[in-house]
């Protein structure tokens, strides 16, 4: 059944803005997305809003809803007590372009700063075999749907601007791993990059990106954990480190 | 302020499968390349295909050959596609898919540790690859992550990374220019912040996708406003075959608010069955007899196939899509539909939970998340959902290039004739590698004969003056409001069954809508406004509405993704008819085109018996053209 609810929507850009109250009409079923559409359509028709697919696949209507990093097609209205406001805002780690969008575009440097997959050079076409069981590993991080928010909420970056530099984040860490976990992948030395130029080491496990992952994916457990446990095998075990400089082993 | 211009050689217009295929080929040849994303890069509609991409590889079954996958293709699209283009996809797939593979692509694997591929409705061996039900996920990714991997390779060299493949992300093109009969570039808008761009570019590739907003209950995402339909039929291009859009039988269809989202057909290939209110499994009453020799008439034989391919015939929840998305709609019409008007979809009872979580993960998600039904347990409620358009630009097979417009080229879902009426789950994906990859080959072509074509001020002012009126109108409509109109009525009379006098009636009402279109009035500025994007896609809707609605009210039979009420059967005269739309200025008009035949060795791969029943008994006997 339809009814009204109360709707709190940051408004304004880069220079200046707000919280603006709303009442909006929700139907069964509806996901916050939907009522924003509908303030959209009847009350602010220049409302601006990223989406796509809503149907939790593409990853674009990220933003904070009741302060919490989520997609807003695939929050329930109906989550939320009767009585309660939903407030939505933009994703805090990125520059406010208007209203709920915000400028992504660190991440697309990011994305741009690892280094590519490298395929076997003798390795034709159509010849590659792997097992099941080998693929699902970076399998799993290719579901990745890119809405960026656990990169929103890691708060490397989240309140620190200045470590954006120096940090890649959540998302290309299971970028590194899934490379790195590919069985045909011939790039070396993926986990020492990760430390040294991509920041992995700032990362304190913390777990807040695997938390807000729409897609459930394993970031903290599955990438970043194995990624530091190689790392600190190589750096500390003296005998280990001892083999990396006689018999020059990379890529470990 | 000074107008923002770009020279690339070659600009891709729209950034899903197709696009960046074609930009890639055109990149490896050494042109520069812009490509153009409506919105943010990755995020287009191909990310939405779940089943797979359909190739002959044969890893499951060694029978396959291209010959069984372009039978399939011809029958699954009754007989309307383009031969030459269902012969290039047929023959040229299996090499996309694999070489998606040496850019890092990771498909489910067989137990020999090949490429895995499933069963899909109209597919006679199982074909598509695929992983999990995210295959579009894994093509646009790996595509993405290709094109940064050319950017590095260009970064190395020249020091700037985005020196030869330039990605302008949240940009909408809003006219193709042209100078002296020949494409001359774009101009456009950022999303973001509204002002305007001009590129420079003798090439132009459109893969901008589908038309589904067109419609009030679909698939696809906000995006899907058939842009590259009318800035090709805006540029002189025509438009083939407008009247076939492709209903998908299974959206869901509860809570509101999700109605029209795909539930894949991956859920029929790993054994789901539809059952109507009364716990029929209905499919068997709706086997064409074109299809009766390749699917079960019984539940045993049905079930038998799951785990027999090659001496059991195929469950009828196999059939092509049309089929399929028709038996549907007249369950629910005759009162045996569910509570919120659907069928149930059922795999509870076929697979263990594990597997179904394994192997159909977004779907279990989805319903989970979005319905509050869990599909381990329990049925799914699905309907039609406009889904795509088979329909669209008219190309030269080989080379993608657009028919009567020099420079310019299309691909993917915006290009037609692949498809003929009907189009296969799965041809979509290797479509799009196939033809992407042609259009970027045909523009590197193009410009070893054709240099640069500068654009002149008057045509720069023109197409300013467009992007401006909305703004300096006082009082007009409401884009939304307008939008919503037209949705009713593509909805209502241009929909899944039509009949001649509802499709008049929405001619008319289409051209009252696009009147009150012009004066639509926008509120608020320029910066990041969804109501002025939304009256340049509204623009494009109408004109894509008005091109199918007159091409479906001139098509007097029914097949594929058009039924008409009126006419209900298949007339093999119709065969050999092409609709061809092109737009005057004012409106679009829609006149009939001879298919091209199949040549003899093409015509030949098929049973005499089968083709008597699409062709007419001269063209049988003629056997196919030399």
């Known amino acids: ?252 | 302020m000074t107008l923002e211009r770009h020279k690339y050689d070659v600009l891709v217009i729209g950034a899903g499968g197709a696009g960046l295929r074609a930009a890639v080929e055109a990149r490896e040849s050494g042109l520069r390349v812009a490509i153009i994303c409506k919105s943010l890069f990755g995020k287009a509609h191909t990310v939405m295909a779940e089943g797979g991409a359909a190739a002959s590889m044969g890893n499951v079954n060694d029978k396959d050959s291209w010959m069984v996958h372009f039978r399939d293709t011809m029958r699954g699209g009754k007989f309307l596609n383009h031969y030459r283009m269902a012969e290039l996809h047929a023959k040229e797939s299996p090499d996309r898919i694999w070489e998606l593979e040496t850019w890092g692509a990771l498909f489910d694997r067989t137990k020999e540790g090949k490429i895995s591929q499933r069963n899909f409705g109209g597919h006679e061996y199982p074909r598509l690859a695929h992983v999990g039900d995210r295959t579009g996920l894994e093509l646009i990714r790996t595509m993405q992550q290709k094109i940064v991997q050319l950017q590095q390779k260009d970064g190395r060299e020249t020091g700037d990374m985005e020196s030869g493949i330039k990605v302008f992300a949240e940009l909408t093109i809003t006219d193709i220019l042209k100078e002296n009969g020949k494409v001359s570039g774009a101009y456009g808008y950022w999303r973001e912040s509204g002002e305007e761009v001009l590129f420079e570019a003798p090439a132009v590739v459109i893969a901008t996708g589908g038309v589904g907003k067109t419609f009030k209950i679909t698939s696809n995402s906000w995006e899907g406003t058939g842009d590259g339909h009318a800035l090709a039929l805006k540029a002189g291009a025509n438009l083939v075959d407008m009247e076939f859009l492709q209903f998908h039988p299974t959206g869901m269809v509860w809570p509101p608010s999700v109605r029209g989202i795909l539930v894949t057909e991956s859920v029929r290939g790993e054994g789901g069955v539809l059952t109507n209110n009364l716990g029929e499994r209905f499919m068997f009453k709706y086997i064409p007899d074109v299809f009766k020799d390749k699917y079960a008439d019984n539940e045993a034989e049905a079930d038998r196939w799951y785990e027999d391919q090659d001496n059991n015939r195929r469950p009828p929840e196999l059939l092509p899509r049309d089929e399929v998305a028709r038996a549907i709609n007249s369950e629910v019409k005759a009162g045996r539909g569910t509570e919120h008007g659907g069928v149930f979809l059922d795999v509870s009872k076929r697979l263990p939970a594990e597997l179904i979580k394994k192997r159909l993960p977004s779907m279990w998600h989805q319903f989970y998340e979005l319905a509050g039904v869990d599909i381990t347990k329990e049925p799914m409620e699905v309907g039609p959902t406009c889904h795509y358009v088979m329909g669209g630009v008219e190309v030269e097979p080989d080379t993608a290039a657009a028919v009567g417009v020099p420079g310019l080229f299309a691909a993917g879902e915006v290009a037609g004739g692949m498809h003929g009426s009907n189009r296969l789950g799965g041809n979509s994906l290797s479509d799009l590698l196939v033809f992407g990859r042609r259009a970027g080959m045909g523009a590197v072509e193009y410009l070893k004969k054709n240099g640069a074509n500068p654009v002149s001020e008057a045509a720069i002012k023109a197409a300013a003056a467009k992007i401006q009126a909305p703004f300096d109108r006082q009082g007009g409509e409401n884009s939304y409001s307008l939008h919503a109109e037209l949705q009713e009525v593509t909805h209502n009379l241009v929909g899944i069954i039509r009949t001649g006098s509802e499709l008049k009636e929405a001619i008319a009402k289409i051209a009252d809508i696009r009147k009150r279109s012009a004066n639509v009035a926008v509120t608020g500025g320029r910066k990041f406004n969804p109501g002025f994007h939304l009256a340049f896609d509204l623009d494009n809707m109408l004109l894509v509405a008005e091109s199918t609605a007159k091409s479906a009210d001139a098509r007097e039979e029914s097949r594929g993704g058009h039924t008409r009420d009126d006419f209900p059967g298949m007339d093999n005269k119709w065969r050999q008819v092409n609709h061809i739309s092109s737009f005057d200025g004012e409106k679009v008009n829609v006149r009939a085109q001879a298919l091209p035949p199949m040549p003899k060795e093409l015509f030949e791969l098929f049973d005499v018996h089968e083709l008597e029943k699409y062709m007419t008994p001269e063209e049988v006997a003629k056997g196919g053209s030399n």
């Open chain 1, 1 to 252: 059944m339809a009814r009204n609810i109360k709707l709190r929507i940051w408004r304004g850009d880069s220079t200046d803005g707000g919280l603006k109250d709303v009442v909006v009409e929700a139907n069964e079923g509806e996901v916050v997305l939907d009522v924003i559409h509908r303030v959209q359509a009847t009350q602010m028709g220049d409302l601006a809003v990223r989406w796509n697919c809503k149907a939790g696949k593409c990853g674009s209507c990220s933003m904070e809803i009741n302060g919490k990093p989520r997609l807003a097609c695939m929050t329930q209205v109906a989550s939320f007590g009767e009585e309660e406001t939903i407030t939505v805002t933009p994703l805090r780690a990125f520059p406010i372009i208007k209203d709920l969008v915000t400028d992504v575009s660190f991440n697309y440097k990011k994305a741009m700063e690892v280094p590519a997959y490298e395929h076997p050079a003798n390795l034709a076409p159509g010849e590659a075999r792997m097992e099941q069981i080998d693929v699902e590993r970076s399998q799993e991080f290719r579901k990745c749907i890119e809405c960026f928010l656990c990169q929103d909420v890691c708060h490397v970056v989240r309140d620190h601007e200045e470590n954006k530099k120096s940090f890649a984040g959540p998302r290309f860490f299971i970028r590194i791993a899934e490379l790195d976990m590919h069985p045909l992948d011939t790039l070396k030395n993926r986990k020492k990059t990760a430390q040294e130029e991509h920041g992995l080491g700032m990362c304190n496990i913390t777990k807040c990106c695997t938390e807000v992952c729409p897609e459930h994916i394993k970031i903290t457990d599955n990438a970043i954990i194995p990624m530091k446990e190689r790392v600190a095998d190589i750096k500390y075990d003296p005998i280990r480190w001892l083999g990396t400089k006689i018999r020059k082993r990379e890529g470990l």
